[in-house]
């Protein structure tokens, strides 16, 4: 691999996928590497916006609930996200929040494996996924929630856990699980798994019916583009659907919500997973974040992702190298996702010294700095003038300026 | 009362409330009564949203959940809808759905009162209060819902019941029930009171302080006019907030959610009540909505809202007697909402005829049609013209037109 910034704009010239990056209206002078924390704006979004809420909502009010088919706008864009993962376009929801899904199929599964105590999960899981297994566990009677190093999981999956829940890239580490040969270990002992699949969808190749996953859930901020806090998805294997109750029995998923009647009957199928009224307008921003996707070759964008991935990688392993740098992900672009964390003594104030320079990754408590590529619009070049600037702040160690650090609140 | 179209213009003319018309988008030509069910478009909230779309997303990206206030939206929104509903502001948030926020707090109150195994509710309450609560019923371990009518609750209330779960004003008849009353009945037992707002938020009185209210929820895209499916929101009294637990517990309701450990801690006060990440465009929405609250005068606005629906009532028993029109709200403005709603023995195929006439209302199943009355931008003149269509309609009987019952649908 060549690592100069000629061979960077050379591949970005000959990437298949150059022409999406003019499709997003990206920062001036800044190099954005938090996609998946917050997926960029699409630059179809804003007027998509303004239709929705000027004509859809100013001038046909309520009749747009049929006419411009709000109505249907959690299985019209779920059936959108189902190619990107791998499921049937009846299989997926846009609905709710990530963490909201997440109670619902939890307790669901749980429901559905009477006898069996465990949820079991990893320590480290994304905090909501924790917290609200933790908060599922104190509602129903008699469950736990016990947590082993992923690598301990398929062995300790006994008749004692009624669900297994992970996700399937670490938010931290980047790490991604093998989904087929934890389900199936699931499956032998008659539990089933819930998938997180937020920091996945959009980047990585995810294939939820070959792998005969039971459920998942997912974000829609991140690599798909949706806007801040837009509307989640939720997948329930077909197969499920009609023996899983959701607990949020809210009216939209009943079988006839305007009928009005005083009984709970769920819908069949997946719509027995919505449960109130869908945000519209968050509907219209995501709707065009998923529109990004179209006419995009997915095997395609997984392969820029990986390349994305490991020239970061090459770059900060040549010029970074004897900084305290330590790179917390997966060398092997098939064990990871579209993000690199790496540690640092001084990861808070490695991170605003890089923001400051224009270089917008995060901060992970307590000593990882994280770098996320979309392969929509990250180019090369971003990878290799990020590390650029990386490596010059490493080297001049820029954040122990006492002015700096009291700006950025570094103590 | 002078029921001429002069009378009803010189009350315009004279309302104190005629500026607010102007900042809304309303359809021209049409008469629009069911801002109960979706809200008209303040004029300001495309320039908002474009705003917060392109420089607050677009621009700042991740860097606006501090500066933009993204993250404190759920509160300082909440802090604003307080006053409307006598509420303090660190009594209330936004977030989620109503459905969503019912299940929170109908599931936190019943592990509240462990060893009482009732939800009181009313048959033909809103239906997503009662399949919320049936949903609660089949997840928690021996919980049962009861459903009595409305004047029977406070006799009803005994030891076993561990909540009473009631609209405030009802979504179909409009009748408004007596928060203090059934709130000290079910306090004198040791029961807690979940109050629904949907239909009083925004245009009726409601005291949740000085009714001692423990519980409430509402909805965010009726009377306050944020957007298809807003975000709704929730009250917990404060004496009550750090004894009550929310079985969702998500990250945003963790006491230090950026500190991402594993263990869940709920946040002291409201904030617990938080689960998912918020949805910051509809949210945006919703705070315009509210924006037109700003400088009004509350009694001013519900003095309008009892005037509005006693000209209607006033013209219809004027000028559609003999018609089959039924007033199932109450005549007395102090036990009532801001909507009327009349039984009719065609009442869909009528619903029809209205809107084909430009007279929006709604049916309800399964003989009721509707008329919201908005004090913020109906006018005494639209109450006029609607009922000068309705009596119209009702001597013709035009719905009864083959034509026009194939076009509608009506069998």
Not at 245 to 257: E, I, V
Not at 267 to 296: K, N, S, W, Y
Not at 346 to 357: F, H, K, N, T
């Amino acid at each position: 691999m060549t690592l100069t910034l000629d061979a960077a704009r050379a591949r970005d010239a000959a990437d298949p996928l150059r022409h999406k990056r003019a499709d997003f209206l990206l920062p001036a002078g800044k190099i954005y590497l938090d996609g998946n924390s917050l997926g960029a704006l699409p630059r179809s979004t804003p007027a998509r916006i303004a239709r929705l809420v000027t004509q859809e909502w100013g001038e046909d009010l309520i009749g747009s609930w049929n006419t411009a088919g709000w109505i249907d706008a959690p299985r019209t864009l779920g059936a959108r996200i189902a190619p990107l993962i791998g499921a049937a376009a009846d299989e997926v929801l846009v609905t709710d929040s990530t963490s909201v899904n997440l109670f619902k199929l939890l307790t669901a599964a749980c429901l559905a494996r009477p006898g069996r105590t465990t949820i079991l999960s990893e320590p480290g899981n994304f905090p909501t996924d924790l917290y609200i297994a933790d908060g599922v566990a104190r509602t129903l009677p008699d469950r736990r929630l016990r947590t082993l190093p992923a690598d301990d999981i398929v062995t300790a999956i006994d008749d004692d856990v009624a669900v297994v829940l992970l996700t399937h890239v670490h938010y931290k580490s980047g790490r991604r699980l093998d989904m087929a040969a934890i389900t199936a270990a699931a499956h032998a002992q008659g539990a089933l798994v819930l998938w997180d699949l937020s920091h996945s969808v959009g980047a990585v190749p995810v294939a939820l019916g070959a792998c005969d996953a039971d459920l998942a859930v997912g974000c829609g901020y991140k690599y798909l583009n949706g806007g801040p806090g837009a509307p989640a998805f939720l997948y329930v294997a077909r197969a499920l659907q009609d023996a899983l109750r959701s607990p949020l029995t809210g009216w939209m998923g009943h079988d006839a919500p305007f009928a009005f009647t005083d009984d709970y009957r769920p819908a069949p199928g997946i719509a027995r997973f919505l449960c109130g009224t869908p945000p519209i307008v968050a509907m219209g921003a995501l709707e065009q974040g998923l529109a990004q996707f179209d006419g995009v070759d997915f095997d395609t964008l997984v392969a820029k992702s990986q390349a994305l991935c490991d020239l970061f990688v090459a770059l900060v392993d040549t010029r970074c190298a004897g900084f305290d740098l330590t790179l917390l992900s997966p060398r092997d672009a098939a064990a990871r996702g579209s993000h690199l964390s790496y540690a640092h003594p001084d990861a808070y104030a490695l991170c605003q010294a890089l923001i400051a320079r224009g270089v917008t990754g995060d901060f992970r408590a307590p000593d990882a700095v994280r770098f996320g590529f979309t392969p929509l619009y990250t180019s090369y070049e971003d990878v290799w003038r990020a590390v650029d600037i990386l490596a010059d702040l490493l080297a001049t160690r820029a954040w122990d300026d006492p002015a700096f650090r009291r700006r950025v609140a570094v103590t």
